[in-house]
T-cell receptor, first 115, second 113 residues
Framework: GAVVSQHPSRVICKSGTSVKIECRSL??????MFWYRQFPKQSLMLMAT?????????EQGVEKDKFLINHASLTLSTLTVTSAHPEDSSFYIC???????????FGSGTRLTVV | GQQLNQSPQSMFIQEGEDVSMNCTSS?????WLWYKQDPGEGPVLLIA?????ELTSNGRLTAQFGITRKDSFLNISASIPSDVGIYFC?????????????FGTGTRLQVTL
């Protein structure tokens, strides 16, 4: 089945630094990648949608200059949290969608802790 | 952003019991999906529903797409310890395309022996 590999699984960074999270679709081409954020005991909240080769579309309230999304190839999308603050600490999850297939494949998530 | 309402929020049940949870929306969706999330992991798809009124099973799991297209339920029969986790419903407006999913608030299931 379709697999999305997400790295790192856990990262701790200092306030003010930037962190990059990678998602790779291993056995399919993800024309669309979705990025979610999940706070403890809460649901997944969509942050942005990115189509390969295009600029990402951000949900209301999500700062595009703070959460940089790159989807330069059909198998790789990255989310960079810039100038991270403790309130950015969360569980970040990506989800890849293959054109025409109708299914979404989720990564295993990245636990970000900003200290 | 919009969220779908799931109930119950959490439940403790004994091994072997049946479980029922539901998901409601104020707006219509054309696809309903049910996911299970284990701690520290991403969601895994359990069942997908594409037609109003559709009833679909996957092993001990059964889910139905409400006739109004504003709700769905998930049943788990004869629960086992590995059923522990958080169950999320998700609605998709446009089937078969990469339209975004709207997730439910989640139902946390704990199974006691």
């Amino acid at each position: 089945g379709a697999v999305v590999s997400q790295h790192p699984s856990r990262v701790i960074c200092k306030s003010g630094t930037s962190v990059k999270i990678e998602c790779r679709s291993l056995d399919f081409q993800a024309t669309t990648m979705f990025w979610y954020r999940q706070f403890p005991k809460q649901s997944l909240m969509l942050m942005a949608t990115s189509n390969e080769g295009s600029k990402a579309t951000y949900e209301q309230g999500v700062e595009k200059d703070k959460f940089l999304i790159n989807h330069a190839s059909l198998t790789l999308s990255t989310l960079t949290v810039t100038s991270a603050h403790p309130e950015d600490s969360s569980f970040y999850i990506c989800s890849g969608h293959k054109a025409g297939a109708g299914g979404y494949t989720f990564g295993s998530g990245t636990r970000l802790t900003v200290v | 952003g919009q969220q779908l309402n799931q109930s119950p929020q959490s439940m403790f049940i004994q091994e072997g019991e049946d479980v029922s949870m539901n998901c409601t929306s104020s707006s219509i969706f054309n696809t309903w999906l049910w996911y299970k999330q284990d701690p520290g992991e991403g969601p895994v798809l359990l069942i997908a529903l594409y037609k109003a009124g559709e009833l679909t099973s996957n092993g001990r799991l059964t889910a139905q797409f409400g006739i109004t297209r504003k709700d769905s339920f998930l049943n788990i029969s004869a629960s086992i310890p590995s059923d522990v986790g958080i169950y999320f419903c998700a609605g998709q407006l446009t089937s078969g395309t990469a339209s975004k999913l709207t997730f439910g608030t989640g139902t946390r299931l704990q199974v006691t022996l």
